[in-house]
């Protein structure tokens, strides 16, 4: 519904919710591999988690619609990816480090938390990098870009 009053593309929605369910499978496969149950706590903490790392894809996303012009879309994901993508690469790292610290703890519950608090903002930034430019190429070839 915000694309839809910010950029008159509701169908960008879809688009910002692409590397979501990536990522949101990633973590689970990631959860599975290391042996981490998947009960309430966790669905919490993952839930928290995809949250913070859902303004990623949505930061990428809004970036390269203020970068095309409707012909150049190597030159828009190009700006989008560099000066975006230096800003996430950045805060992708203090919040990874900063709550993956909690990994340390000596309580489980904490460990589990900083762990999949780090996975998941990891496994964000990631696919906000490489699956949200494929999206968004997608989204402009079946003409979701017009301009007015």
Known sequence: ?????????????????VP??????LVLGTMRLIDMPFNAMTATVLSIAL?????????????????????NREGAL??????????LTGSM?????GIGVLVLSITPILGQFGT???ISIVYSYLTAMLVTPS??????????FSLP
């Open 51 to 71: 949250g913070l790392g859902t303004d990623y894809s949505a930061h990428m996303t809004h970036r390269f619609v203020d970068e095309f012009d409707g012909t």
């Open 1 to 17: 519904m915000i694309y839809r009053l910010l950029e008159d593309s509701g169908s960008l929605g879809i688009v910002n919710l």
């Open 78 to 87: 190009e700006a989008t990816v560099m000066g975006t993508g230096g800003a």
């Open 135 to 144: 999206a968004v190429v997608v989204w402009v070839r079946l003409g979701g």
């Open 116 to 118: 999949i608090m780090a």
């Open 93 to 97: 790292l203090t919040t990874a480090s």
């Open 20 to 25: 979501i369910l990536v990522t949101l499978a």
